[in-house]
C-alpha cells in the first residue's frame, strides 16, 4: 500500500480546513520536541497444564525524546541506569535495549513503525518453582534471552474533526471535543533468541491483525483534555520454533489465530508554546502454541510522563519540506 499526497485547491480546501478549525489547531510552522520518562516491559509468558513461565526485563524506566514535525515524526529511546528503579542488577539481572520508532499522521490516514531490541530477562513468577523464595532474594536470570522486534500499523481515521497528532505527535491541538472509529491493520515480525552451551532455543515470529476501535478525546477550556481508546484485532501467526539439545538438533514450524487489544489513558495540558502530560498504554496477544495445549502470551504496559515545546521551524526546514510535498 503506498500514499500519494496531493493539494486540493479550490473552494472545497477553504471550507474543510475552516470547519476543521473549530475543533483544530495546527502548528505546521513549528517543530515540536518532547522528552518522555517512560516505565515499561514487554512481558513473555508461556502456560500450559502444568507448567506457567512469565519472563520480564530488567530495568523498566527509559527516556524518549521526540522530534515532531507536521505529519513526519521520530523518536529515540535509552535505558539509563543512573535511575534507582534501574539498580537492581544483583536481584533481577541486566537489561539492554534501544528503540526506534517514526510515523505519519495525515489526516485521515496514519502509519507507524517501530523498532526494538532488547537482552536480558528474569523469571518473574520465580515462587512457582522455590516456594521459600522471598522478596529481596535473586531470580531466575537469563541475561542471554534476546527479543528483536519490528512492529507497526496502518489505519483510518473516520473523523477528521478528530486529531490524532494532538494526542500522539503534538503537532496539532484538539480544542473541541471529538471521537472517531478508527479501523487498522498491524503487523510485526520478531525473533526470541535463548542460546545456550548445551540447549538453546531460537523462534522466528510474524503476525498479522486487523482491528476496528475508538478513541474520544474530551477537551476542558480548549488546553486541558483526557483521552481514551480501546481497539481490538484479529489475526494469524507464523511462527518457526528451532530448537539444538546436545547434538540434537530440530525444527518445528506452526501457525494460528491470534487475538489482541490494545488501550489508552492519558490527560494533558496543550498550551500554544508548552505542552505536557501523562498516558498509560497497554497491549496483550494470545496465542496457542502449535497443536499443543500450551498458551504464549506477550504483552506490554507502560506509563508515561511528557513534557514538550513548540519551535519555529528553520525557513530552511518549510522551504525543503514545501519542495518536497507539494
Known sequence: MSFKIVPVHGQQADTRRVNDSLWIQRFDDQIITK?????????????????????????????????????????????????????????????????????????????????????GYYLSNIKDYRPDWQPGDPYFLLPDLTVNSLSGSIGYNTNP?????????????????????????????????SPGITFSQKSRNIQALIGAGYQYTFVLRKAFYVTGSFTPSFGYIFYRLQTQNGADYGVSHARGPIYQWDALLGTGYSGNRFFA?????????????????????????????????????????????DKIFH
Open 35 to 119: 522528552l518522555a520518562i517512560i516505565n515499561t516491559a514487554e512481558i513473555l509468558a508461556v502456560e500450559g497444564d502444568n507448567f506457567k513461565n512469565v519472563l520480564k526485563p530488567n530495568p523498566s524506566e527509559i527516556f524518549r525524546a521526540y522530534f515532531n514535525y507536521r505529519f513526519l515524526s521520530f523518536y529515540v529511546s535509552h535505558t539509563p541506569h543512573f535511575l534507582p528503579g534501574n539498580n537492581d542488577d544483583d536481584i533481577k539481572g541486566r537489561t539492554s535495549g534501544i528503540g526506534l520508532g517514526t510515523s505519519f499522521n495525515f489526516r485521515n490516514w496514519f502509519t507507524d513503525i517501530f523498532y526494538s531490541h532488547t537482552n
Open 161 to 193: 474533526h478528530l486529531s490524532l497528532q494532538s494526542t500522539v505527535s503534538q503537532t496539532e491541538r484538539q480544542i473541541r471535543s471529538a471521537g472517531a472509529f478508527l479501523p487498522k491493520i498491524s503487523y510485526r515480525y520478531y525473533t526470541i533468541n
Open 277 to 321: 502530560g501523562a498516558y498509560l498504554t497497554a497491549t496483550s496477544s494470545t496465542y496457542a502454541q502449535g497443536l499443543t495445549t500450551a498458551v504464549n502470551q506477550d504483552g506490554q504496559i507502560y506509563f508515561q510522563l511528557f513534557a514538550g515545546i513548540r519551535l519555529k521551524a528553520p525557513k530552511i526546514l518549510e522551504k525543503n519540506y
